[in-house]
C-alpha cells in the first residue's frame, strides 16, 4: 500500500499525443521515487477528472496527495477551477491530506533550468 500520492494536474486536449510529455513526467517522478504512486488528471477534454484521479489513488490506499499543476502560470484555471476542484475531492475523502504545489513556473529551479536550456547550443533548433 503506498501512502503518498502525486496527480499531475494538466488543462487537456482533443489531441491524445497531447498528453505524451505528461506521460513521460509521470515515468521520470516514478524513477527518482517508485515508492510514490503517480496519477494524471485534466480540467477538461481528456479524462481522467481530478475527482477520479484523486478516488483512483485513494482506492490503492493512497492518503497523502500532492497536486502538481501543470501549468506554466496561475490563470483563472489555477486561481479558481483548481481550489474548487480540491475542495470536492477533499468532501469526498475527508480522511486523506491533500494539497497543492505551485504552478510550474514557480517551482524552485525551473525558471532557471528553463533558462539554461533556452541559451545551450542547438536550442534553437536547425538554421
Known sequence: MTARGIVL???GSRDPRWAEPLDRLVQAIRARDPGVAVATAF???HPPTLQAAVT???AQGVADITVLPVFWAAG???RRDLPQLLA???AAHPGIRLAAL???SELPGVLEAVASAAVQPGAHGPD
Open 9 to 11: 494536474f494538466a488543462h
Open 102 to 104: 505551485p504552478v510550474l
Open 56 to 58: 483512483g489513488l485513494v
Open 88 to 90: 470536492q475531492a477533499q
Open 76 to 78: 483563472g484555471h489555477v
Open 43 to 45: 480540467l477538461e477534454l
